[in-house]
């Protein structure tokens, strides 16, 4: 199925939008190194998405919480400290400009998360790009976690417009992939990850950089 440009583009917000830097610093604040960073959040979403399959539910900071008590001795004050770092996140510098892009080619923004609500509000307001993003969605809402299809279609529900389109854009091959069996459009490029997975059918679109993926959907023929 050929693509169109987008009415509506989602972005994922940890790592895609928000840069995880004072999680890590935290990390460094209660002893630990800050490369143990992504064995925990890979650790949470192992810890979410299996609770998700077989049927239950957690919410990413109790996985997180879960995921930091599988992969250190911390106590639970230091977890908290770790955890409340998420509070404090920021966007990375390319966010701006990107979102700015979209809302001038008469494109709605929305933020697309499992993560804690408040969170994604939280780093827009701090990169002073609130106004810039229509609304901003958590799956808690529906007590889903992605990849699951019923969250990429509820995103789409929420904006009143069909999967076909609604992009995702994601520095996560896994998102994507999500995105795109349930219809969306979507796109990757690298930031967390530096290759998007081979064994994933490929991505609409791939892009060096966020502002390519952008480029990219706006480059899409017109429905």
């Not at 610093?25 to 192992?46: K, M």
């Not at 770092?85 to 499992?114: G, I, K, Q, Y």
């Not at 509820?154 to 009143?160: D, I």
């Amino acid at each position: 199925m050929s693509r169109t440009r987008p009415e509506v583009v989602a972005f994922d917000v940890n790592e895609t939008l928000l840069d995880l830097a004072p999680v890590r610093a935290a990390l460094v604040e209660v002893g630990r190194p800050e490369t143990l960073l992504p064995t925990v959040f890979a650790r949470t979403l192992l810890t979410g998405v299996a609770a998700a399959a077989v049927g239950s539910w957690c919410r990413f900071r109790d996985a997180f919480d879960a995921a930091l008590a599988q992969e250190s001795d911390l106590g639970p004050r230091e977890r908290a400290v770790v955890i409340e770092a998420f509070a404090e996140l920021a966007p990375h510098r390319d966010v701006e400009p990107a979102l700015r892009r979209l809302v001038e080619s008469e494109v709605r923004v929305v933020t697309l998360t499992h993560g804690s609500p408040g969170v994604a509000e939280a780093g827009l307001e701090r990169g002073g790009i609130t106004p810039l993003v229509e609304r901003s969605l958590s799956s808690e809402a529906i007590r889903a976690w992605k990849p699951a299809r019923e969250v990429y279609l509820w995103a789409a529900g929420s904006c009143a417009v069909v999967p076909e389109r609604m992009a995702l854009v994601a520095a996560h091959g896994w998102d994507v992939l999500g995105a795109q069996r349930a219809g969306l459009t979507g796109a990757w490029f690298p930031r967390s990850e530096r290759v998007y997975p081979a064994v994933y059918e490929p991505a609409h679109v791939t892009a060096a950089d966020l502002a390519g993926a952008v480029d990219a959907l706006l480059a899409l023929p017109a429905a």
